[in-house]
Each structure stands twice: as structure tokens, then as C-alpha cells.
């Protein structure tokens, strides 16, 4: 409600101070991220571009190392077809009637040369070591090593690699068998060339060359693209593997020496580091892309907390202080609120919100105690303390179910005392009511832990025995009750004298329901009143036959 008093505001100038830092702030934080992305980039570009310089180095040398198996491979290969093709029966038969027929070893070997796939020369030599037939194409004889003739006429298979008219080769022996006499040699041999070279290029290579000590053997790629191979190069390369680089192309060799079938030679693999540099570029280009997009959500975040945060903070200001002087009861004052606060909304939302929580901490705890009385006076009575008659009936409808469950008995005591309206009208109600509280001390006194008493109305009280034996218990119980009650009383100087009529009802002896039991209780008091009073009186009595 509005009763015509401005209530306080702190002054604006917190705000206003806020807005004038806020995109300075957005500007500081713009600049640290693009200055931790350019100190990252240069801290990492290195790292990275060797990490992926050392990664191809190591697909190379398993490149090489997978070359050299697959010579090996060859090698073994080409041995194995020697052999089946020295123990070929007309090639045989062809090498026993040479000297009668030189044509017919001739025909069959250029046969087998046009056949036989990957082999690129044949040839045939005699026990002394002499070359029968070549298909190497040259105008002299060709020389094939004599130490290597000499181990296969012994009948050792063999192969190697060789120098045979300035070209390099590797190839396989293998002896010629007429009933298992050696007659000769067979060669097979497979030049090292620009066709082997194609066939040893593996998956994801640019391609390879073969070398020997001083010049390159063969290539299987454009050697004019690449940098040029030097003869210091080929000779680095037979004591370890070596790696050039040419900065300007962006492109280089991979040098490893290799071993092929007793000769060294070289092999060359080229470098082509334009894909590394085009992952570094990319890099680059999605650190760019992060940066922008960090600094747009940064921006987006510096609108948001503005329009959205800041703006709707500075409304709940002045509502922040109306809830404290609600919950305070007083008006706050500007000085005390806004000290060391000023402009500060969220603060004053927190003292604001503090305050709130403890006002109403405080009166729901005042709620609460104030229910618990009200429970307790609805079900207590306010002179002694005792139960009054609502909680007498619920006590007893639990007492019965439970004793229905379990197959117990239970009993109920009416007591009425005797005498108390002559001392309360005389001695006054101060007196009648210390006379109250004092008998329903002895109650308690008189019975057992477990029962339960309560004070009805005026001067009618009830216990509740909810462990009883029987009959004979509940009249000791109410026995004891008139001894306890009848005692003398001394209140502020007045002796008094009551007594005391007790009604004795037991479940399920004497009814099975609250109404029945209440009932015979009832009528039990009413005859131990006709009896003189005084006197403890069950149900049961009221159906025996008096005596005579």
C-alpha cells in the first residue's frame, strides 16, 4: 500500500559507473583471448610441425623396411622358379642335344623368356662355366659371376645381385639335373629398372629409386620436381638413413640404405611436406574460427548480462528495500544499506533476501509453537495436565484395536470423587482447584507406568489400564486408587477430607466397543455410588445376585 511516503532509493551513480566499465570489461577479455590464442599458436606451431615431421619420417622407415620384405620376396620367388624350371624335361633334353642341335636349346630358352612372367633375362650355362645361351641383349658374350657358377655347378641354388653391362640386377641360380649328373647352370634375373621400381611402390608413396655408391640406379618418379640427389648424399647414405629438405618446395628425400640379395644399395623415397603444411593451416584456420567464435559468445554474454541481468537488477533494488522495512518493521536507511554497496544490487538482494529468510524463519517457528498449544490444549487439560476427555477416546480406540490384534484384555476406570463440591463452595475455588491438582498427583502415584490418566470434567476422572489380567487386578487397581485418594489433604492451611467412587469396565469381557465399554464403565460408577460410596465396583457385579 502506498500511505504517501517516498520510500528510499540509492542513488544511481553505482549503475551508471557499471555500464561505463561493462564493455571495457567485454574489450579486456576480447583482447586476452586473442592474445592467449596468438601466444598458443606460437608455442604449439613447432611442436606440432615437428610432431608431424617425426610422423612421416616413421611411415618412410616403415615404407622401406615393407620394400625390403617384398625384395626379399622376389628374391625367394625368383630361387623357387629356378629350380622348377632346371628339372623342366625339355629343357633338359634341349641341353643334352645341343651339340647336335644348338637351335633347340635356343628356341626353348626364348620360349620360356616369353612365357614366364616378372623374369626379365634367361640364361644357360655349361659344367666349365661357359654361357651357352642369353637373352640379355648385347653384342659381346655376357660374363656371369664365375664364383657364383662355381657354388650352383657344386649344387647349391644361389642368388645375388650384379653389375651386368653397366646395368644392375638380381638374380637367381640354379642347376641342370640329367639323371642327377649337373650338366649346367640356369639363370633368372630381373633388372633393378624403372618397372621394378613401379612394382616396389607401396600404398601412399609418391614413389621410389634404388642408388648405388656414386649414382641413382633407377626412379620411379620425376627426379626434375624434386631436389637433386647428390653423390655426398648416396654416401651419407650407406652408413645411416638421411633425410634433405628443400624449404622453398616444400619437398624431400628419405635416403635408407638396403640390402639387396648381397649388395648395399640405396633406396630413395620422396617427401612431400605439402600436406603437413596444409594440416598446420588448418589448424590455424580453426583456432581463427574459435577465437571469433569466443568472441562473439562474449560479446553475446556482455548484451545478455546487461539487458537481461543488470537492468532488471537496478528494478529489484527499491523492491529490495520495501521487502526489508516490511520485515524489519522500519525504514532502512540509505547509509546503512548502501555502505560499501553502493550500486551493488546483488548485495542488496542478499541483505534484502537474509532478511526475508530470518522474519520468516522466525514466524513460522512462532506458527509452529503456537499449533503444538493449540494440539495440546485441545487435548490436555489446562488445571492438571491431564488428558482430557477427546484424548481419553482416542487412547481407548487404539487400546481396543490392539487388543483385538494381539488377544489381550484391557480395562477402564471411571472415578468420581466424593465430597468435592461442599469443600469448593466453602474453602473457594483456589482451594478446589490445588485440591484437583493434588488428586490427580496420587492418581498417577497410585497406578503403574504403563495406565493412564485423565481428567474428564468438574470432578470425574478416567484411567486407562491397557495391560490387565482380569477382573481381580482391576479391582486391586481401583483398590488402590480409594486408599491413595482418601488420604488426608493439607492446602494452605485447610485440612480436607474426600473420597473417591470407582467404575470398572474390561474389554472384551465386559463389551467389545468404545460406546458398550464407556457405557458399563458408567453404569459401574453409578452403582458404586448407590453403594455408599467409596467403594470400587466392576460391571460384572451389577449381573451377580445380591446376598441375602
Keep these: 500500500m502506498d500511505?504517501?511516503?517516498?520510500?528510499?532509493?540509492?542513488?544511481?551513480?553505482?549503475?551508471?559507473?557499471?555500464?561505463?566499465?561493462?564493455?571495457?570489461?567485454?574489450?579486456?577479455?576480447?583482447?586476452?583471448?586473442?592474445?592467449?590464442?596468438?601466444?598458443?599458436?606460437?608455442?604449439n606451431y613447432p611442436f606440432l610441425y615437428q610432431s608431424l615431421h617425426n610422423k612421416a619420417q616413421i611411415e618412410n622407415e616403415a615404407r622401406a623396411a615393407h620394400i625390403g620384405f617384398l625384395l626379399k620376396h622376389e628374391?625367394?620367388?625368383?630361387?623357387?622358379?629356378?629350380?622348377?624350371?632346371?628339372?623342366?624335361?625339355?629343357?633338359?633334353?634341349?641341353?643334352?642335344y645341343y651339340k647336335r642341335d644348338a637351335n633347340r636349346?635356343?628356341?626353348?630358352?626364348?620360349?620360356?623368356?616369353e612365357t614366364i612372367h616378372d623374369v626379365d633375362f634367361f640364361g644357360v650355362i655349361d659344367a666349365q662355366g661357359k654361357t651357352l645361351f642369353s637373352t640379355i641383349d648385347s653384342g659381346e658374350d655376357v660374363a656371369f659371376p664365375a664364383e657364383a657358377i662355381q657354388r650352383t655347378l657344386k649344387g647349391n641354388s644361389y642368388t645375388l645381385s650384379n653389375s651386368i653391362n653397366n646395368r644392375w640386377s638380381f638374380m637367381s641360380l640354379a642347376p641342370i639335373?640329367?639323371?642327377?649328373?649337373?650338366?649346367?647352370?640356369?639363370?633368372?634375373?630381373?633388372?633393378?629398372?624403372?618397372?621394378?621400381?613401379?612394382?616396389?611402390?607401396?600404398?601412399?608413396?609418391?614413389?621410389?629409386?634404388?642408388?648405388?655408391?656414386?649414382?641413382t640406379l633407377t626412379s620411379s618418379f620425376d627426379q626434375k620436381i624434386w631436389p637433386t640427389i647428390t653423390p655426398d648424399s648416396l654416401q651419407t647414405c650407406f652408413a645411416n638413413t638421411l633425410v634433405t629438405l628443400d624449404e622453398n618446395s616444400q619437398k624431400g628425400l628419405y635416403y635408407s640404405p638396403l640390402q639387396i640379395m648381397g649388395n648395399t644399395f640405396c633406396l630413395i623415397l620422396p617427401l612431400d611436406y605439402e600436406p603437413i603444411h596444409?594440416?598446420?593451416?588448418?589448424?590455424?584456420?580453426?583456432?581463427?574460427?574459435?577465437?571469433?567464435?569466443?568472441?562473439?559468445?562474449?560479446?553475446?554474454?556482455?548484451?545478455?548480462?546487461?539487458?537481461?541481468?543488470?537492468?532488471?537488477?537496478?528494478?529489484?533494488?527499491?523492491?529490495?528495500?520495501i521487502l526489508i522495512e516490511v520485515c524489519?518493521?522500519?525504514?532502512?536507511?540509505?547509509?546503512?544499506?548502501?555502505?560499501?554497496?553502493?550500486?551493488?544490487?546483488?548485495?542488496?538482494?542478499?541483505?534484502?533476501?537474509?532478511?526475508?529468510?530470518?522474519?520468516?524463519?522466525?514466524?513460522?517457528?512462532?506458527?509452529?509453537?503456537?499449533?503444538?498449544r493449540f494440539e495440546d490444549m485441545a487435548i490436555r487439560d489446562p488445571l492438571t495436565g491431564l488428558g482430557n476427555r477427546r484424548l481419553f477416546t482416542q487412547l481407548l480406540e487404539k487400546a481396543i484395536s490392539l487388543c483385538a490384534r494381539h488377544q489381550r484384555k484391557m480395562a477402564i476406570l471411571y472415578l468420581d470423587l466424593d465430597h468435592f463440591k461442599p469443600i469448593n463452595d466453602t474453602l473457594?475455588?483456589?482451594?478446589?482447584?490445588?485440591?484437583?491438582?493434588?488428586?490427580?498427583?496420587?492418581?498417577?502415584?497410585?497406578?503403574?507406568?504403563?495406565?493412564?490418566?485423565?481428567?474428564?470434567?468438574?470432578?470425574?476422572?478416567?484411567?486407562?489400564?491397557?495391560?490387565?489380567?482380569?477382573?481381580?487386578?482391576?479391582?486391586?487397581?481401583?483398590?488402590?486408587?480409594?486408599?491413595?485418594?482418601?488420604?488426608?489433604?493439607?492446602?494452605?492451611?485447610?485440612?480436607?477430607?474426600?473420597?473417591?467412587?470407582v467404575g470398572v469396565a474390561i474389554y472384551p469381557d465386559h463389551a467389545d466397543?468404545?460406546?458398550?465399554?464407556?457405557?458399563?464403565?458408567?453404569?459401574?460408577?453409578?452403582?458404586?455410588?448407590?453403594?455408599?460410596?467409596?467403594?470400587?465396583r466392576l460391571y460384572e457385579d451389577l449381573t451377580k445376585p445380591s446376598s441375602a
Design 513 to 536: 466397543s468404545v460406546e458398550r465399554l464407556l457405557k458399563n464403565a458408567d453404569l459401574a460408577l453409578y452403582a458404586a455410588k448407590d453403594a455408599g460410596r467409596g467403594v470400587c
Design 428 to 501: 473457594g475455588h483456589d482451594i478446589g482447584d490445588l485440591l484437583l491438582k493434588e488428586v490427580s498427583v496420587r492418581l498417577k502415584l497410585a497406578l503403574r507406568e504403563s495406565d493412564v490418566v485423565f481428567r474428564l470434567g468438574g470432578d470425574e476422572f478416567a484411567a486407562l489400564l491397557p495391560e490387565c489380567a482380569g477382573g481381580e487386578m482391576a479391582r486391586m487397581m481401583g483398590n488402590r486408587i480409594i486408599q491413595e485418594v482418601t488420604r488426608p489433604y493439607l492446602l494452605q492451611g485447610h485440612d480436607c477430607l474426600i473420597g473417591v467412587s
Design 75 to 96: 628374391s625367394n620367388t625368383l630361387i623357387q622358379l629356378a629350380l622348377v624350371i632346371s628339372r623342366d624335361g625339355e629343357l633338359q633334353e634341349a641341353f643334352t
Design 328 to 372: 524489519t518493521n522500519e525504514k532502512p536507511q540509505i547509509s546503512e544499506v548502501a555502505k560499501g554497496v553502493e550500486g551493488n544490487e546483488i548485495k542488496i538482494l542478499d541483505h534484502a533476501f537474509e532478511t526475508a529468510s530470518t522474519a520468516i524463519y522466525s514466524y513460522i517457528c512462532e506458527l509452529n509453537h503456537q499449533k503444538e
Design 105 to 113: 636349346l635356343m628356341r626353348k630358352v626364348l620360349f620360356l623368356s
Design 177 to 215: 639335373l640329367i639323371q642327377r649328373q649337373i650338366v649346367g647352370v640356369l639363370v633368372l634375373g630381373r633388372w633393378i629398372n624403372q618397372d621394378l621400381a613401379k612394382r616396389m611402390t607401396v600404398k601412399d608413396t609418391l614413389g621410389l629409386a634404388f642408388a648405388g655408391p656414386d649414382k
Design 3 to 43: 500511505n504517501g511516503t517516498a520510500h528510499p532509493t540509492l542513488p544511481k551513480s553505482g549503475i551508471i559507473r557499471r555500464r561505463s566499465l561493462l564493455f571495457p570489461l567485454v574489450g579486456l577479455l576480447i583482447l586476452t583471448v586473442l592474445s592467449t590464442m596468438a601466444v598458443g599458436y606460437f608455442i
Design 278 to 321: 596444409q594440416t598446420l593451416r588448418d589448424h590455424t584456420q580453426r583456432l581463427a574460427w574459435s577465437s571469433l567464435i569466443i568472441i562473439f559468445m562474449i560479446l553475446l554474454l556482455g548484451l545478455t548480462l546487461q539487458f537481461l541481468i543488470l537492468k532488471p537488477l537496478h528494478r529489484l533494488r527499491n523492491k529490495a528495500l
